[in-house]
């Protein structure tokens, strides 16, 4: 079974969003920026790696065209 780039991308959205929220309260914990401010780069997260998933190429299709 070959894993496409889409499902890499969709296997890890999950755990790079966790990490990006650990990373943000632990800036608020050192006192370097409060989370209020920091939480929309977790939407630019997102958004970045659904954008990645749109552009990936999906090896489960076939290349010349339609289902």
Same mark, same amino acid.
């Given at each position: 079974? =070959? +894993? $496409? $780039?889409?499902?890499? !991308? =969709? %296997? #890890? =959205? @999950?755990? !790079?969003?966790? !990490?990006?929220?650990?990373? /943000?309260? +632990?800036? &608020? *914990?050192? @006192?370097? #920026?409060?989370? *209020?401010?920091?939480?929309? #780069? /977790?939407?630019?997260?997102? @958004?970045? /790696?659904?954008?990645? &998933?749109?552009? %990936?190429?999906? $090896? =489960?299709?076939?290349? @010349?065209?339609?289902?």
């Amino acid at each position: 079974m =070959r +894993v $496409s $780039s889409v499902d890499l !991308i =969709r %296997a #890890v =959205r @999950g755990p !790079i969003l966790l !990490i990006a929220l650990g990373l /943000l309260f +632990v800036a &608020e *914990y050192w @006192g370097q #920026v409060p989370f *209020y401010k920091t939480w929309p #780069v /977790l939407l630019i997260v997102y @958004g970045l /790696l659904k954008l990645l &998933e749109h552009l %990936a190429p999906d $090896s =489960r299709t076939p290349a @010349g065209g339609s289902l």
